[in-house]
């Protein structure tokens, strides 16, 4: 079974429309983490965030925004008025605390940001 | 950004023939790990490496094999490689100070086996 799912494939916005790209996580531990990280077309992975299971807070970078969800098991993450910068492909990832620290990946979603 | 090269960093080699990626860190980073990636897959954890000498299986670990014989290098071997084998290859190291810490990835060697 899919520990993390990203139903969404692909998404295109046009430039400073808002975008949330949707994340649900699948576990019986009570203590795991969730991770965001970007791969632009460069292909490099770049982390951008990481919440434990005992902090529900939403969290504010600047454009992006991260809503955490226990109850629906979801870790999603927005963006406020896209840039062409953000086209990329984004990836969700789940550790589990009995895991090792392994990471489970969701599939990513690729994101277009058309001028 | 965190120390970590691969090499080579693009590869064609044909059926059945064993080829060696190198996960290489300066940051003396406890974990290392090596994923591949495949469209439709994101990306999957074949091997990890929790000190040296110290290996465990990921969740495609068919067909390969690692070796961590310094701190800073990790080895991914394909014995006899498979067109299926044909990906993206990452490397990442993680962080001991802190056990669930972010994974900070290698820039990649695309693998093509023909």
């Known amino acids: 079974a899919q520990k993390v799912t990203q139903a969404q494939t692909e998404i295109s916005v046009v430039e400073k429309e808002d975008v949330t790209l949707d994340c649900v996580y699948e576990t019986r531990d009570t203590t795991y983490y969730l991770f965001w990280y970007k791969q632009p077309p460069s292909g490099e992975l770049v982390f951008l965030i990481r919440r434990n299971s005992f902090d529900e807070q939403n969290e504010i970078s600047g454009r992006y925004s991260w809503n955490f969800q226990k109850s629906t098991s979801s870790f999603n993450f927005t963006i406020t008025a896209s840039q062409v910068v953000d086209s990329a492909v984004y990836f969700c990832?789940?550790?589990?605390?009995?895991?090792?620290?392994?990471?489970?990946f969701g599939t990513g979603t690729s994101l277009t940001v058309i001028p | 950004d965190a120390g970590i090269t691969q090499s080579p960093r693009h590869k064609v080699t044909e059926t059945g023939t064993p080829v060696t990626l190198r996960c290489h860190q300066t940051e003396n980073h406890r974990y290392m790990y090596w994923y591949r990636q495949d469209p439709g897959h994101g990306l999957r954890l074949i091997h990890y490496s929790y000190g040296v000498k110290d290996t465990d299986k990921g969740e495609v670990s068919d067909g390969y094999s690692v070796s961590r014989s310094k701190t800073e290098d990790f080895l991914l071997t394909l014995e006899s490689a498979t067109s299926s084998q044909t990906s993206v290859y990452f490397c990442a190291i993680s962080d001991s100070r802190t056990l669930y810490n972010e994974q900070f990835f290698g820039p990649g060697t695309r693998l093509t086996v023909l």
């Open positions: 990832a789940l550790s589990e605390a009995r895991g090792g620290n392994q990471f489970y």
